[in-house]
């Protein structure tokens, strides 16, 4: 079992930056990890994704805007939001897989809403 823990999630002015933060406990060696986000009324959406090595991948949304990083050591994946706008409001969601099984988790969500 891989629980996911996330924090970092608030208010913001457009224009403005958040730090999301997203710790898998778990037992089993984690593999790749990334951030999905999901608007009223939308479907959920990819953002951004990286492997344990560090290779990461963006959706153009949020490219040059959005960073992800990852700290092996404490199974923990960032998202570093800058130049928030209004259309980035959200409930963002962290998820990640294990090596051994290829399962999928999820963490709980967490709102960013970015005012105009």
């Known amino acids: 079992q891989v629980q996911l823990v996330e924090s970092g999630g608030g208010s913001v002015q457009a224009g403005g930056s958040l730090r999301l933060s997203c710790r898998a406990v778990?037992?089993?060696?984690?593999?790749?990890m990334g951030w999905y986000r999901q608007a009223a009324g939308n479907q959920r959406e990819f953002l951004a994704a990286i492997t344990r090595y560090g290779s990461s991948e963006y959706a153009l949304s949020v490219k040059g805007r959005f960073a992800i990083s990852r700290d092996n050591a404490t199974n923990t994946v960032y998202l570093q939001m800058n130049s928030l706008k209004p259309e980035d409001t959200a409930v963002y969601y962290c998820?990640?897989?294990?090596?051994?099984?290829?399962?999928?988790?999820w963490g709980q969500g967490t709102q960013v809403a970015v005012a105009s």
């Open positions: 778990s037992t089993r060696t984690i593999g790749d």
């Open positions: 998820n990640a897989q294990t090596i051994a099984y290829g399962d999928t988790y």
